[in-house]
Structure formats: C-alpha cells, structure tokens
C-alpha cells in the first residue's frame, strides 16, 4: 500500500466520506472500511439514532434545572392559608431544623394567565403571555427523598441519591442515539460554577463513556481543549494529524486483530469536525436581533441564561438529544423576596422565549421542556441570627414543576399540595415515575431502557416505576 | 358406588380439596412452584396493601383471582388457560405482565401455571401448604434444583426456594481440582477448555512485547530502552532465567505497590474528600492510600490486610498500650472511605445511611456479593435472607467515625509539611482579616444604631437572641457585596483552621460504640467519656425502613455459606454482641480459609488484572446473576494455590505470570473463525490486549520525558490540571470552594498519579476523561470507550502541550542530531526503534514543523496571583465579587512553555506529541 501525504484542506462541511476519503489516504485499510460502515444503515455505532420503542411524543429535551430549589408557593402554588399564617408559630416537625419555627407567608401576589388561568407570582411576567402560559402543565405532586443539595440532585438527575449512577440524559442516549454526529448527544450548560456535587449530575456511570454530558462552558472554551493552542494554525493541527494518522496506520497494520484502533482513530475524526461544529453552533452573533432580543441577551440580568436557551434551540435543532441548563441561586433561606424575585427575572423572559421560539418553528410538540428544581421549600423558617428570617427550608415533600411541549398536557395543573405547602396531597409520584414519563414521552419503555451491570439489568427508575398519565396530552 | 363417588365428590367439595395422587402432585406443584412464583413476580404490584394494588387486581387468592379487577373479568378461569387474562398476561400476549423485560417468565415457568390452571387451579390451605413444603425440605437435592440453609428467610418459600447448583458455584466450598504434572498448571486448566475446540493458542509473544506487557502490569510504568536490550540479551541466553528475574525484579519495584494499590483503591472507593455538599477534606486519609501501597509492596497476607482494615482499632485496643501500633488505626481509613456527610439528615438515617453502605462495601471487596438489594428483602436471586443482611448491619452498627490520634511511622512521607503548613498559615490569615475587617465595619454600625436608639450597644454575639426591635438589622452597615463578602471568608476562615489538621498526627478511623450526641463531618472525634453500658438492639427493617423495625437480629454474618463463626454455637453464624468485637468477628470470619467468596474474590481480582477480564466476569457480584467464570477449576485450584502459599500475592502473581498463557502474543492466526467461536476471547487463546489507565497514561508519560520523581507515599500532590477547571468556581455548601493551586516546582508536581489529590466534588479533568472511576461507587472494571474529548486533551492540552516539550528538551539534552533524536524517541515511547519509513516521515515532519513555527509567537504564560471570583449571595439572589489570593504562584516554577524555547524545539515537541496521541503508546499488547 502506498499512501500520498493529504494536504488538501478539508472545508468544513465536507460529508463524512468526503472526509473519509481525505484522510483516507492516510487511514488503514480496515479502519477505512469499518468507517464506511458507519455511514450505512446498518450501523449501531453508540451515537447513530435509534428508533424509539414505542411511538414517541418528544424527540428532544430540554431541561432547565433551578438548582437550590425554588419555592413552589412563591413561583406557581398559591397559598393563601400560608399568607394568613405569616409569622405565627408552626409546629412542624417536618423539617430538621429544631427550635422555633413560624410560618412564611409569600412575599408575592399571585393571579390567574392565559386562557387555561394558570397561577402565577406576579414576578412572571414573560411567562404569563397568554402565547407561553397556555402551553405550560404545572405539576404539583412530585415528591423528592432528601433534603440536601448534591444527593437531591442526584436523585433528579440520576435516579439515585448517591451518585455515580447514569444520569437521565445518558439513558435518553443510549436509549436513542443523537441525530448529529457531530456534536455530543447529550450537552450539559451550566453557570460558571458548577452545581453541587459536580459533574457527577451528568455522568455516565456504568454506561459507556460515549453516553457522558459533555459540558459546555459558558466562559473560556467551550470544550475544555477543543482547539489548539493559538499559536498552531489549523494548517499546523492538519498535517499533525495527518502524521499520527501515518503512526497509527503503521501500528494498526502490526495489530490488524485489534478492533479498537479503529474506534480510536474515529473518535480524532469526530474531535475534528466538532471544532468546526461547536463553535458555529454556540456562535449566536448570526441571530437577528429580533430574537436576541426576545431572550433577554440585551440586558445583563437576563442574559447570561438566555444565551444558554438560544443555544438549547440551536442544538436541539441541529439534532442534539438532551440539552440541560443549571442554573442556581434558588436556595432563599433568607431574605425570600429579594431572592426569588433575582432568580424569576433571570428566567423568566429567557423561558418564555424558548417556548415560544420552539413553538413558531414548529419543535415544541416534539420537544419537552422541563423547569425543576431539586426539591420544594417548606411554609415555615427558623430564626437566623436571631431575627425572623423571611425565607424557606429544604422541602422533600412538595415541590413544582413546570413541563411544556413534547406530547405534555398543555394549560394544565396536575396534583396538588395541602393548604400551606407542606406536602403534595393529590396526585403523588416520586422522582422515578417523572423519569418514567420524561421517557415514556420519549418513546422509550423504562422497563426496557437496561442495562446489564455488576450482575444486574440496571434502569433509570432502579425498581421500576409508574407513568403519570395525568400529564399525558 | 355412584353414592359412594357422589359422597367423595362432595366431601370434596366441602373440604376445598381433593384427593387424588395426581391433585396431591397438582397442590404440592401449586405450593413450591406456582405460588412462590406468584409470590416473587406478582406481588410487589397486585397485593398487599389495598389502595396500592395496580388495577385492583389481586394475586393473593383464588377467590380474588377469579373476582378480577377493574376490567371486572376473571383474571383466572379454573380449567381454562386460554380463557384466563392471567395466563395471556404472563405470555405477554395481548396484556404484558411482569412487565420488565428482565422479570419476564422462562416458557418452563409459564407451562408450570398452565398446568395449574388446566387442572382447575387448586389453592390448598395453609396446614396443607405448610404440609407440602415440610416434606419439600426433607430432601436436600430434587431435580429442582437445591436448597441452601441460611438463617432464614421472611417467608417460607423463600427459605425452601431451590437453587441450579450452577448458580451456586461461588457459595460452596473451593474445591482443590486435580492437575496434571509436567504442564504449567495454569495452561493445563486454559488448555483444557481450549482443547475441545479446533482452536491452538497463540504463539508466545517477542522479548520487547512481553517485557512492556510485565512493567505497566505490574508497576504500571513503561520499560526504559536500557531494560530492554538487557532483558533481550538475558532472554536470548535463556528465556525462562530472563523472564523469572524480570517478574522478581518487579515485584521488589516499590513502584508494584503503587500499582496494585491503585486496583485496591478503584474498589474501595479511595477519595481525600468526604463529598456532598461540604466535600470536607478527610485529613490524612493519604495515610491509608499509603498503607495499602506499603501492604501489597511488604507482600502482607491478604487474610492479615483484611482484619486490619475491618477492624484494626479493636485489635490496636486489646493490646498493652506500649503494643499498640499506629498503623492498626490507619488500616481502618477503609470504613471511612465511602461518600457521607450528615448534614441536613436526622441522625438515625444518617447513621443507617453510613451503615448500609459500609455493609455494602464490605460485601463487595471481601466477598464479591452486592449487599444493597438484600437491605429491603431476601435476596431475590442469591441464598441471602435480609435477617443476615441485618446481622451484618448489627454488626458494624457500634461502628462510629472518628479522627484519632496515630503517631506518624518511620516509614511515612512526611515531606512538604513545613512548606504545606505555610502555605494554608498565608490563606488563614488572608481570610481572617478579611473577616475582621468586615466585622469591625458592621459592628461600628451596630454601634451607631444602638446610640442612635440611645441605648448601650451590645456585640454581635450576646444580641443573637434578643428581640428584633431591641437590636439593629442582622447585617448592618454592610451592602450586599460585604455580606456575601463576610459570609465567605468566614468559610474560607474555617476551611484554612480545619486544613491545619493535615499536619497533626491523626488518621481517619473508627471505634467501636454507642452513637454519639451529634454527628458533623467537620469534626469527628472519640468522645472522652464513651458510654459503653447502652443497650444496642438492632432489628430487620422492613422494606429498609428505619419506621419499620421486624425481628430483632444478633449481630452476625451470612449463613448460606457453609461457613460458621463458631461450628459449635447454638447459631453457629453470629459473632460478638458486645458493643466491642463485632467487627473483629466478621473480619476473622471474612479471612478464613474456609470462607469461599474471600479467597475466589481477591484470586479474581489479580487475575483480572494480569488480564485485563476477570475469570468470574462481575468482581463485585459473584452471585446468581453474575457472571459464571470462564475457568471455575482454574479459579478454584488458584485460590487453593493462595492460601497454601501464605495468602501472598506476589507468589500468585509470579505463578500466574510464568504461565504460557501469560507470555502468549496478542495476535491469532485464526482470529476470524475465533470471532465466531470465541467473540469475548473468554478460551483465552490469546492475550487480551488494554489501553492504558488514566494514571499509566500519565505515569508513562512522565517517565518518558524523565521528569517522574519517584518518591513514595505522603501528603497528597496537585499535578497541574487545566486551568481553566483550577479556577473555575465550584459550589460547596454556602460558599465557594477555594480554587485549585498545582503544587509550586516540577518535582512537587511529577509524582505518581496514585499520590494526585482526589476531591469528590472537582475530578481532575484529564484523569476523568480517561475514566478514572467516580469514587462514589465501587469499581470492578475500568471503562476504556474512545470518546472525542479525550483526542481533545490529548491534542490541544496544556499539560500535553508541557509533556511533549518536556520530553523535546530531553531527547536535546541527551542525544545531538534529528536522526538520532528520533530514533531514541521511538525507543523511549514505544521501545523500538522507528522503521525506515517511519524515521524518514517523522525526519521530514519535524522539518516542516520547524518552518511553520518560525513565524508563530506562542502566549507567554503567566499565573494569576489574585484572582476576582463572583457569586451570587443566596440570601439577595444578587451577585458579588471577591478576590482570591493564589499564594503558590508567587514562586512558582512552572514547566518549560511553548514561548520558552525555539522553533526547533517545539516542532520537535510536536513529533512528541504525536507519539503520545499514538495508539501504539497508549495500548498494552
């Protein structure tokens, strides 16, 4: 075999066998035929699209996690009792905190959007356009386990408080693939800090490693080491892969038995397109302003997380499977109004963007979105420093979600909590079956979505669990 | 006669049973099989509590049966199969029940209820239930299968469920299987099995494969170029000399316990964090790290290193005072390894929390068993009643955490303590005059206020309690900027005083007691006065509920074993019951001869290791549902092997490695037809091929350039990591945790990975993404899947970047020409040298690099001594700045950068890197 070094420069939509056959030059020849496999249909390559188990509603996540845990009898719950109750004592024995406690009443009024009068604290006030509130289920009967930050995370995140297990986005992967080889299936945005308890809330655990959240930064790049070092043009990076592709041919023609030089050598491929991919994708300077504008990324309070929902469009668009956004702050134990009122403005007209953005482009019946936190707040409050301190506890009991699109039962409030808050009465589900319905809609059967690890078929909800069919369109 | 028939009939009839031998055979069907069946696939879900039953369907009763459910049919039509939902439900014809996949019935399992049905679904009572399985237990072996004794389980059924022997192999005794002289025992149990196949193992592998193959397997770093042409002329001499004092040589490498540690701390779970939301440090848990890499490099028996870890701190007790050595206390990191933190967690789940996964732990290194399913029932698969999941509990329920004071050994690394200890001193006191500050303006405030109310001021302490009219606003004087401020450097303030800890001689350990008052991952010590006349009585906890207390339970160990504590006991599998000595008893229980999950788990492990795949393919989970071993003999005789041999590890890994089987080439001849025969390569009939760890990778790399520095053990070291994650903010509970600072010279930093610091909340992204487990769950297996991040560190990397320069400047120092240079670093990197071709191409390569870098200015690194962090206050949901100092860069010395040397040396760095991206550096043949 001879082989002509490539110096062709490779534009950046060259189809994968174009590619191919660029670098092919200088690729093995079993490597070569395994990744012209790839491109016929009856490839399984661990990112190629899977067809879905059953009809699916949703194509797409997008879930925007309210990291801290956002009140929900502040946000979208109601609770007049509460209101009266204002500092009066209480006697719940709910909470850990011990000593004197006394209820909290809302530092917010609330009324009644849209057609479908869903409620809302007068600090929504993109999200209660008729447009976005009337495609909105609120759900009001989730119950978390635990009462601190990173294992209630892991629990929303991963199905389990002790993290290490896949999170739901990995499962959503390995489930359906991703419709774009050329960005990560699965992409995790956060704030410059990172949530509690780290990457582990996007982790593959016991999957494969090609089902991990890859991180996009919101600072600096945007893959850790996704290009060179400024000082190497991209004619430089070519010819350098170029000579390890000629090392690793000659190696691979030592070791023709050896499957997964191959893989190795593919995954350098996909590195090299998602250099040119990532940054056009993450680049919103081509947006009209329109749209930039309609999510907030022209005022500093609300930009930083509308940046992050545009791009959750752009890479559903282009194909992308599980988008998540972290974004925190949520946790008011004090000083509740001007909290959550902080936290409300940072969101609140970037949602409501997304949803109407994806609606007008015709992807919100097939994409879910979903607004949680990691658990609810609690109606009462224990002093602080001596002074009553007008904010909330950690509350496993109750809590609020809001879901939209994606097969999702629009205008609709589904479960309830008792008259102050404490504790969801109606409709009452645990984390898992809301995996299950998050899947469920997806097209995937939870029961089915295994995976065989450390002498066990293993699944998101663990022991399996109950779709909520109240939340079924 | 027809009166007589009519009169039986009847009596029939009346008694709900009948009496013929083929309904006896029907009822006794009915009551061992059909009924537990029931039992196990039906009732999580249609039974029990009424409000729960799913579709108002059910199973615990004829009569419901045939009443139905919500369909308001029969779900049972006694004689009718086909009529009956029951039966189109468990075909998953039409409805689909159990509905997991997994849970699915065998057809042996669904034809056994057809008959049931067919012959008119009788449900004996049940006396006469009870009758059947009394007879049932009576007999040890049926074509069934087997029963195990255990301790019992919560229901009968359960306790006289039957076994396929198969499925019991790990649970029975280690057999000693015979071999055959003049073979290698090894290949004779490989050959074996390869034998009745057409398939001949693979050749043995060259001198230079094999030499590389036996340094990373055994002291996970690469060989020099020096090793090699002196191990090939000694293999040439005599091949076996050769190979037997290379295998001796490295196993005296204190670099082997570095290793082999490394594969213990994978499945202990080995992190220098407690995790959640504080991910306090766990002061000195190094000296466990270190522990176990002296063990396995002083070759101590395993039976030894297993008591040790469970329960050194009751031995270190029993002992004079003047006997007692510090490193018993240190061996007992292993109970303190796993993720916990009691905040926000009532102090009995908390300790349940600890408990269960200790137990857990416990159950997964020693005995390859996987403890958490049995915690809410009898196991479903494995001879583990939940009473013996709760007798283990008991046993290590006195188990409490604790700092103890240990005084350091001769024999530990105490370097860095003075520069370490000056370092935190400069952060601490940074951090307390930053709060002093603060404090003194809102106190100031305070002041104005009380004198503005004309009343005495009172300070901030003494106010706490009093009304909120009396006393002026919590934060006064300060805006929101200070408060968030104050609230920082107040953590930071105590993160600093508790990292002071470091230096003082305490281990992180345990000791056996009552639970204590409080519980605070901050701080864990032992009680001056230990209460030791409290009652402990721990019950079963149904369904793991702590609100559900069953049975109470003595502490005490698995009973479906074969293996008593004490043969002569009235229970033969209970240990101590005193607050004291529980732990003792399990651990000499575990590390016992005649205990055969201990002595098959750790010969799985090593031989796992050597490999690359176990020979039981689930090293945590030997049970039913686990993987059978490829070699059950070979497994067997192996762990006869160990135990004869002193439980010693280095004599089974130099058994294991002068095997045929061992030195055998990656390549097959016959590799196509093997893909058929043989896909996993489970015959072995050739070597596995690896890729490198994300330590090795690193460690090899390292080496190469000859930057390692090779000392053993101590405090643990910060490599540099991308520094974009060094400084990148990282939430902890109400604060910031302070930003990663690399160690401050080369030599500090180019240690071991084994010595790298290790924080729950903040992996380090390079070892991560070649996946180093996640240290929250125990690690059988490392995963070695390509994925495109790790081209993207391995190309574009600052750490690969200063690598590849590093090894650039050492194939300058040490050899004067291109040609040359590149002939020793194929030598170095892959232990050969390059071909013509190759040499040419590269040659060329570095050439036309040099060219491109001539007109390319490379960024001058510099590091931040200061750096401004911003927050958000989670009290105002507004957000502030703060700055950070970054003492360790004010004399730093960092690693030679692009911008520090010539166009020649980095297009030669460039060929290195090249190299270290290659799949021939980064895979094991």
């Known amino acids: 075999m001879t082989h002509k070094l490539c110096s062709r420069p490779l534009s950046t939509t060259a189809s994968r066998r174009q590619f191919l056959y660029g670098l092919g030059a200088s690729l093995g020849s079993v490597a070569l035929t395994d990744l012209l496999a790839a491109d016929s249909p009856r490839s399984t390559g661990p990112l190629e699209p899977r067809k879905p188990m059953h009809p699916a509603r949703a194509k797409a996540v997008i879930m925007l996690f309210m990291e801290g845990g956002p009140a929900h009898m502040d946000t979208f719950d109601p609770k007049p009792t509460l209101t009266r109750l204002h500092k009066t004592e209480s006697k719940s024995t709910r909470s850990l905190a011990s000593g004197f406690k006394f209820h909290v009443g809302s530092p917010f009024k609330f009324r009644k959007v849209g057609q479908a009068g869903l409620d809302m604290c007068d600090q929504w006030h993109y999200l209660a356009d008729p447009e976005v509130a009337d495609e909105l289920c609120n759900y009001r009967g989730c119950t978390a386990e635990s009462l601190n930050h990173p294992e209630a995370l892991f629990h929303m995140n991963t199905g389990s408080r002790l993290g290490g297990d896949p999170a739901i986005g990995s499962w959503v992967t390995y489930g359906l693939g991703s419709e774009n080889q050329n960005l990560p299936g699965y992409v995790v945005m956060t704030e410059l800090a990172l949530p509690q308890g780290g990457s582990t809330n996007w982790n593959n655990g016991f999957l494969p490693a090609h089902y991990q959240g890859t991180r996009l930064r919101p600072e600096g790049s945007p893959i850790l080491d996704l290009t060179s070092p400024r000082h190497k043009s991209r004619r430089h990076q070519r010819q350098f892969l170029d000579q390890l592709a000629f090392l690793n041919e000659q190696h691979q023609a030592r070791h023709p038995q050896h499957r997964d030089l191959a893989a190795r050598m593919e995954s350098y491929e996909l590195a090299y397109r998602m250099q040119t991919e990532v940054p056009g994708v993450i680049d919103l300077a081509g947006e009209p302003d329109h749209i930039q504008e309609m999510y907030g990324l022209h005022d500093d309070e609300t930009a930083a997380f509308g940046r992050q929902c545009l791009m959750a469009r752009r890479l559903v668009e282009k194909g992308v499977r599980f988008v998540q956004i972290f974004s925190g702050g949520w946790d008011s134990h004090d000083y509740l109004e001007r909290g959550h009122s902080a936290r409300i403005k940072s969101v609140d007209k970037p949602m409501a963007a997304l949803i109407k953005d994806l609606k007008r482009r015709g992807m919100l019946d097939e994409t879910l979105v979903v607004w949680t936190g990691e ?13 009553y301190a007008i ?5 496993a009991d109750a809590m609020t979600m809001l879901l939209a699109g994606g097969g999702v039962k629009p205008g609709a409030v589904v479960g309830a909590t008792d008259a102050i808050g404490a504790t969801a009465v109606d409709c009452v589900h645990p984390i898992r079956d809301v995996h299950v319905t998050l899947l469920h809609l997806l097209g995937l059967d939870d029961n089915k979505l295994t995976y065989f690890h450390g002498g066990r078929y293993k699944q998101l909800s663990q022991f399996g669990g109950k779709v909520i069919d109240e939340l079924l369109a | 006669m027809a009166n007589l028939r009519l009169r039986s009939i009847l009596a029939a009839l009346l008694l709900g049973v009948t009496a013929s031998a083929d309904d006896h055979v029907t009822e006794r069907n009915f009551t061992l099989k059909v009924l537990p069946l029931l039992k196990a696939k039906c009732l999580g879900c249609h039974g029990g509590d009424t409000e729960d039953v799913q579709g108002g369907l059910d199973v615990r009763s004829r009569a419901a049966l045939i009443k139905g459910g919500e369909s308001e049919e029969p779900a049972l039509v006694p004689g009718d199969p086909e009529a009956s939902p029951l039966y189109q439900a468990i075909r998953w014809d039409g409805l689909e029940m159990p509905p997991k996949e997994n849970d699915r019935l065998t057809e042996a399992q669904i034809a056994m209820v057809k008959s049931w049905i067919v012959a008119g679904a009788p449900w004996p009572d049940e006396a006469t239930q009870r009758r059947h399985r009394a007879e049932a237990a009576a007999i040890e072996s049926t074509d069934e299968g087997v029963l195990v004794r255990t301790s019992g389980g919560l229901s009968d059924e359960w306790t006289l469920r039957r076994y396929r022997p198969e499925d019991l192999w790990a649970f029975r005794p280690v057999k000693r299987p015979p071999v055959s002289t003049g073979t290698h025992p090894v290949d004779y149990f490989i050959s074996k099995r390869l034998a009745p196949t057409s398939i001949e193992p693979a050749a043995q592998a ?13 002291t996970g770093l690469p060989p020099t170029p020096e090793q090699i042409s002196a191990f090939r002329e000694e293999w040439s001499a005599n091949p076996d000399n050769a190979w037997e004092q290379l295998i001796d040589r490295l196993l005296a490498s204190p670099h082997y316990g570095e290793r082999w540690g490394q594969h213990w701390l994978d499945v202990a779970r080995y992190a220098d964090t407690g995790g959640y939301s504080n991910d306090y440090e766990r002061s000195n848990m190094w000296r466990y790290r270190d522990y176990v890499i002296r063990s396995f490099n002083d070759d101590k028996p395993y039976d030894e290193f297993i008591v040790e870890q469970l329960a050194g701190d009751e031995i270190w007790e029993e002992r004079p005072p003047g006997r007692r050595d510090p490193e018993l206390l240190v061996a007992t990191g292993f109970l303190r390894l796993g993720p916990w933190d009691p905040a926000m967690v009532k102090k009995p789940q908390a300790r349940q929390i600890y408990i269960d996964d200790v137990v857990n732990a416990v159950g997964q290194t020693f005995l390859a068993t996987t403890m ?33 004071p240990a005084s350091f050994l001769p024999e530990e690394n105490r370097e860095g303590f003075d520069e370490g200890r000056t370092h935190v001193e400069r952060l601490l006191a940074f951090a307390s005059e930053r709060t002093e500050a603060l404090r003194r303006k809102r106190e100031a405030a305070a002041r104005r206020w009380y004198q503005e109310h004309g009343s005495n001021y009172v300070p901030h302490e003494e106010r706490k309690n009093l009304p909120d009219e009396s006393k002026p606003p919590r934060h006064v004087g300060l805006d929101h900027h200070e408060i968030g401020r104050l609230k920082v450097r107040e953590q930071d303030q105590w993160i600093w005083t508790r990292r002071l800890e470091r230096y003082q001689p305490m281990a992180q350990s345990v000791y056996s007691g009552p639970d204590p008052k409080f519980l605070n991952a901050r701080k864990l010590r032992v009680p001056g006065k230990r209460r030791t006349n409290t009652e402990f009585v721990n019950h079963i906890l149904t369904g793991g509920a702590l609100e559900a207390p069953g ?6 160990v698995l009973s479906g074993l074969g293996h008593p504590v004490d043969p002569s006991a009235e229970d033969p599998y209970l240990v101590e019951s005193e607050l004291r000595g529980r732990r003792l008893g399990v651990a000499r229980w575990i590390a016992h001869e005649n205990n055969p999950l201990t002595t098959r788990a750790i010969v799985n492990r090593i031989w796992q290791h050597h490999f690359g795949k176990p020979l039981a393919g689930n090293p945590n989970n030997f049970g039913v549902k686990g993987a059978k071993p490829t070699h059950p003999e070979l497994l067997d005789w192996l762990s006869t092997q160990f135990v004869d041999r002193g ?13 045929r089987a061992y030195k055998q080439s990656s390549h097959h001849p016959q590799i196509d037809s093997l893909g058929s025969v043989d896909p996993g390569n489970d015959l072995l009939a050739y070597f596995p091929t690896r890729r490198l760890s994300a330590e090795e990778l690193r460690d090899a790399m390292l080496h190469v350039t000859g930057e390692l520095n090779p000392t053993l053990g101590g405090l643990p070291v910060m490599p540099e990591i991308n520094m974009e994650v060094a400084l990148q903010p990282r939430m902890i509970q109400f604060s910031l945790a302070p930003a ?29 993404v070649f996946n180093q487990p996640n240290p929250n769950e125990s690690c059988e297996a490392r995963d070695a899947a390509a994925v495109s991040p790790q081209a993207f560190t391995l190309m574009n990397s600052d750490v690969m970047s200063d690598r590849s320069i590093a090894f650039a400047q050492r194939l300058e120092r040490e050899v004067p020409t291109l040609e040359k240079r590149v002939e ?32 390319a200015r490379p960024d001058i690194v510099t590091h931040p001594t200061r750096i401004t962090r911003s927050l958000v206050e989670e009290l105002s949901g507004k957000s502030f700045e703060y700055d950070e100092i970054l003492p360790v860069f004010e004399q730093y010395v960092p690693d030679a950068k692009p911008a520090d040397v010539g166009p020649g040396t980095r297009a030669l760095a460039d060929l290195c890197l090249a190299l270290f991206n290659s799949n021939e550096f980064l895979y094991v043949y």
Not at chain 2, 206 to 213: C, F, S
Not at chain 2, 826 to 853: C, K, N, W
Request: net charge positive; hydrophobic share 30%; aromatic share 12%.
């Open chain 1, 375 to 387: 658990f609810g707040r609690t109606p009462d409050n224990n002093k602080r420093g001596g002074v």
């Open chain 1, 391 to 395: 904010g909330r506890g950690h509350n």
């Open chain 2, 206 to 218: 060259d001198p230079v494969t094999l030499i590389r193959r036996a340094t990373f397997d055994l």
């Open chain 2, 372 to 404: 958490r399913c049995v915690k809410c029932h009898d196991h479903k698969f494995d001879p583990i009643p939940t009473r013996d999941y709760y007798r283990m509990y008991a046993a290590f329920a006195t188990t409490q955490l604790a700092e103890r």
């Open chain 2, 551 to 556: 049975d109470i339970v003595q502490p005490g």
């Open chain 2, 647 to 659: 439980w010693r590890m280095k004599r089974l890994h130099k058994l294991i490695m002068t095997s």
């Open chain 2, 740 to 768: 990663y600072q690399p160690s401050r010279t080369p030599a500090q930093r180019h240690r071991r990975s084994i010595y790298a610091y290790r924080v729950r909340g903040q992996a380090n992204p390079f070892f991560e």
């Open chain 2, 824 to 855: 020793r670093a194929f030598l170095l990197a892959f232990g050969r040298s390059p071909s013509r071709l190759e040499r040419t191409r590269m040659i060329d390569y570095v050439r036309r690099m040099e060219q491109e870098h001539r007109g």
